[in-house]
């Protein structure tokens, strides 16, 4: 059995991050990470496999973005992942959702291919964009059923039934593999890669493809085919001073309750 879980390389939110001219994230220019939502899907995989000690059972991490993206794969096969593949290509910049689902499905049908995909997952989310719809448009594309935001996965022989958290309720859904997953950051705290993982890393397989290994054109994908576009952004104002309130004479609960209501907080 083979596990394909799809990661994405995201801008660090702790740092400076900005558009590019024609208005599209900047993920070169600026430091990145592997989505901390994404963290979880490789944390299920892993359980996944450990649970079924005895069974053959591989786990592989794929990315699609530039070339500073296959750190998001390298820190998966420190985590534990077995290989990875990064598919990187200048044509696919700029692309939206749909784009972005048609390379990875793609991809996975490859990967399928060559060694199996029986389980594909996902992260509920990235933490750029927070779409929670690509996992939806893999299963369509992949035409696989699809099972989505699981707080707790459970999985005997080819079946999977997951735990679904909803406002005042939760629901149990059962599936029959193949499938794509989607999972919540409720779903088990990932793992930090040791120093042993960290090492054995470096000596996994990690394959780099293009669009022309997919079978894709670039004109399939990029901002020029998108749906979505982002047409305007505008910088964050600077930071300003606070105002202080003073309360000399008994007047600060009243000066504080006029700040507060001139702000609409109260």
């Not at 995989?45 to 591989?58: H, N, V």
């Not at 000596?203 to 670039?218: C, F, N, R, V």
Request: proline share 3%.
């Amino acid at each position: 059995m083979n596990i394909v879980v799809c990661v994405k390389y995201v801008p660090d939110a702790t740092g400076d991050r900005k558009f590019e001219d024609d208005n599209t994230v900047d993920r070169v220019g600026v430091d990145g990470l592997l989505s901390e939502l994404d963290e979880y899907a490789v944390e299920q995989a892993l359980q996944f496999r450990e649970k079924r000690e005895g069974e053959e059972i591989t786990v592989t991490a794929l990315t699609v973005g530039p070339e500073k993206a296959v750190d998001a794969v390298r820190k998966s096969l420190q985590m534990g992942a077995d290989s990875g593949v990064h598919v990187v290509d200048d044509a696919i910049a700029g692309s939206d959702y749909l784009g972005t689902s048609l390379v990875l499905a793609k991809a996975i049908e490859k990967i399928k291919a060559d060694t199996g995909a029986d389980l594909v997952i996902c992260g509920m989310a990235s933490t750029d964009a927070s779409g929670s719809v690509v996992p939806a448009m893999l299963a369509e594309r992949l035409g696989m059923p699809q099972v989505t935001l699981a707080s707790v996965v459970e999985s005997q022989g080819d079946q999977v039934r997951i735990k679904r958290d909803n406002e005042g309720s939760t629901e149990v859904i059962g599936a029959t593999l193949p499938i794509v997953l989607s999972v919540t950051d409720q779903s088990g705290e990932a793992r930090y890669p040791s120093f042993k993982g960290i090492m054995a890393a470096k000596k996994k397989p990690l394959e780099t493809w293009s669009l022309s290994d997919l079978g894709l054109d670039a004109d399939q994908v990029g901002l020029s085919v998108a749906y979505t576009q982002v047409e305007d952004t505008t910088a964050r104002p600077p930071r300003t001073a606070g105002e202080i309130v003073t309360d000399e004479d008994g007047s600060g609960a009243g000066a504080l309750v006029e700040f507060l209501a001139s702000k609409k907080f109260i």
